[in-house]
Every structure is written in C-alpha cells, then in structure tokens.
C-alpha cells in the first residue's frame, strides 16, 4: 500500500516562504520521479514540480520559476517544495504524487500518476 503524506502548509503573507515535505512509503521511493501538483478552489489540478528518481533532473510551471524549489532526500523517503516569495495566486491545495510504473505521460500531466497524498493547504494572504 502507497502511502503520501505531505505537511508544511499553512498561511503566510505575500512574499513570505514555506517548506513543503511528503513522506513517502510502500514503494521504492528511490526508484521513482516525483510530483508537485495545486488545485484551487473551481480550477483544475495544477503541475508545480517534479523531479527524476536521482533528484538529477528537475521541471517546474512557468508560473513557480524560479521562485520554488524541489528536492528529494531517498535516504529519508521524502520529498520537499521550497516555496519562496508567495504570491496569493498560489493559494492552493498542494498535493505530492507518485507517477505510473513505465508511465508514458509527461510528469507535467496527472494522467501520468497513480498516488496521491491527501494534500496540504497553503493560503498566501495579500
């Protein structure tokens, strides 16, 4: 059984950080990309970032360039958003996800993952 759980939301003012983190187990976490994805309220679920098994390799939106960051540490099955100079545009529920075996979908497209974890809010406050 996959299991994601993310933490480290909350509501910060414009401009402000937050640090993301979702533990991940019943999969061999070090064998897998990873995903950032946010959903706010009436819009569709968003790519954020995602990052290759290694953590070589990273892709984020155009939106969060520069300003987020992803990361992995395999050794603790965990993998982070670096979140700085929020914006209220990125109010959202953000949710880490885990990609298909052999998926042939772009990590940028929730079609290619097949975990979820329950999602954690993050409310930029203008």
């Known amino acids: 059984q996959v299991q994601l759980v993310e933490s480290g939301g909350g509501l910060v003012q414009t401009g402000g950080s937050l640090r993301l983190s979702c533990a991940a187990s019943?999969?061999?976490?070090?064998?897998?990309?990873m995903g950032w994805f946010r959903q706010a309220p009436g819009k569709e679920r968003e790519f954020v970032a995602a990052?290759?098994?290694?953590?070589?390799?990273?892709i984020y939106a155009n939106s969060v360039k520069g300003r987020f960051t992803i990361s992995r540490d395999n050794a603790k099955n965990t993998v982070y958003l670096q979140m700085n100079s929020l914006k209220p545009e990125d109010t959202a529920v953000y949710y880490c996800?885990?990609?298909?075996?052999?998926?042939?979908?772009?990590?940028?497209?929730?079609?290619?993952?097949?975990?979820w974890g329950q999602g954690t809010q993050v409310t930029v406050s203008s």
């Open positions: 996800a885990t990609p298909k075996p052999r998926t042939t979908y772009s990590l940028t497209s929730t079609s290619g993952y097949d975990y």
């Open positions: 019943g999969r061999t976490f070090s064998t897998y990309a």
């Open positions: 990052i290759t098994w290694s953590g070589g390799s990273t």
